[in-house]
Each structure stands twice: as C-alpha cells, then as structure tokens.
C-alpha cells in the first residue's frame, strides 16, 4: 500500500515538473531573440539583413522627406505564407525606418537610405499567450524601438499606439501585404 502510495506521488510530481517545464519552455522557445518569456519584444537579434527575406519597401511622404519603410521576416514565414495565405505562428515583421538622401546619378534623381530612423515590429500569435499585456493582442505583439534602443520599445498600449492605423488591412491580419512582392512568389 505505501509502495502505492508512494509511486503515486512520485507520479504526480514527475507531472507537475513536465507541466511547468513545458510553460517556460513554450514561452521561451516560441520566438528566440525576439520575444522574452514574459512578452518583452526587441528588435531581432539575428542579422536579419543578411539572414531573414527582404519583403518589399514603402516609400513615405510624411512631410518631414521622404522616408523608406523597408520589412524583413524570417525565411520560414515566407515559405508558409507562399504556401497557405496566412503568417505562420511565431512570424515576425520588422520594419526598418530610414531617412534618405537624394542627388543626380547616372540614372537621373535618385534617392537612397541613409540614417536609421527606428524600427516597428510585429510578432504573430495566434494563442493569445501573454494574456493582459498591453503589447499584445488582435493576434499579434506590437512594439516600435528607436534606433539607438533596439531592446527597449517606447510602446506602452498597442491599441493607442498601432491598432487603429492598421485597422483597414484587418482582411490581410492588419498587415500591408500589398506592398511585399515576396510573399506572392518567386522573382522569375
Ligand atoms: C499613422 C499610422 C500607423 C501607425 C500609428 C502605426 N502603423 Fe504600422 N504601418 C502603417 C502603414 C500604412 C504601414 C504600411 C505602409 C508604410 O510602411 O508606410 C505599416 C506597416 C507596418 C509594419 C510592416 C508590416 C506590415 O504590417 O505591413 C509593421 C511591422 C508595423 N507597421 C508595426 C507597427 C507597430 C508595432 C505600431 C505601433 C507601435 C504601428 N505599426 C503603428 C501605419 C501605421
């Protein structure tokens, strides 16, 4: 009897263990160099120009020159959207923002990026995983960094600081899918 007793214990706590090592590893493990275990998002820490796919560019107007808008994911989320239409759980989208310089170069007025202004951030998450955190929600972790701070965000509420502008592209999961060449296919 005690033998029982004893096996049954020792059964449980060997669940409990499973159960609690799972939750961290699920919450560390669900984005490395991106997203810490309590939701705090930074810039990636991967080299993500050379290592992640280049999505496309916007060119903004907003008054203060032109700026570009140039947005990276990983490699994988790519491959998933090509196949299914949707961002994979996990997908991060960077925006880099930059200022530019223009002159006249052999192909006539040209423009170029200059100095990083900053970065935007998007993580998808589909399980609702970090719960109240006002950085997360509407499936995904929202963060904006300035540049000389990549592991600190200025974002204190994404639904003050991001929603409503992302709002009219709720039908692509309110990302500006229009302007990524890359996620519809190959080049040639
Ligand atoms: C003034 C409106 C506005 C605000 C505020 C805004 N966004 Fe955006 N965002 C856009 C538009 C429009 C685009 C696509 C065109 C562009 O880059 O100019 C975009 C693109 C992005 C992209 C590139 C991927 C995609 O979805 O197309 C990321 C990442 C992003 N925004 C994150 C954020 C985050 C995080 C916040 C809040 C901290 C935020 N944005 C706030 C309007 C906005």
Request: proline share 4%; glycine share 14%; aromatic share 12%.
């Amino acid at each position: 009897m005690r033998i029982v007793v004893f096996s049954a214990l020792g059964g449980l706590a060997a669940v409990a263990c499973v159960l609690m090592g799972a939750g961290n590893a699920v919450a560390d493990d669900f984005v490395p160099g991106v997203v810490s275990s309590n939701g705090t998002i930074t810039v990636p820490r991967v080299d993500y120009r050379k290592d992640w796919a280049f999505l496309g560019t916007y060119t903004a107007d907003g008054g203060k020159g032109i700026g570009f808008h140039s947005v990276y994911s990983q490699r994988e989320t790519v491959a998933h959207y090509r196949k299914t239409g949707v961002f994979p759980d996990g997908a991060v989208l960077v925006k880099e923002l930059y200022d530019t310089k223009s002159g006249d170069l052999t192909t006539g007025a040209v423009r170029w990026a200059s100095g990083l202004v900053g970065w935007f951030v998007m993580v998808k998450d589909s399980k609702g995983r970090f719960g109240e955190n006002l950085l997360w929600g509407d499936g995904w972790g929202w963060a904006f960094f300035k540049a000389d701070a990549p592991d600190k965000t200025t974002t204190k509420d994404y639904k003050t600081e991001c929603l409503a502008c992302h709002e009219p592209v709720r039908a692509t999961d309110l990302s500006y899918t229009q302007g990524y060449p890359t996620l519809k296919g190959p080049g040639r």
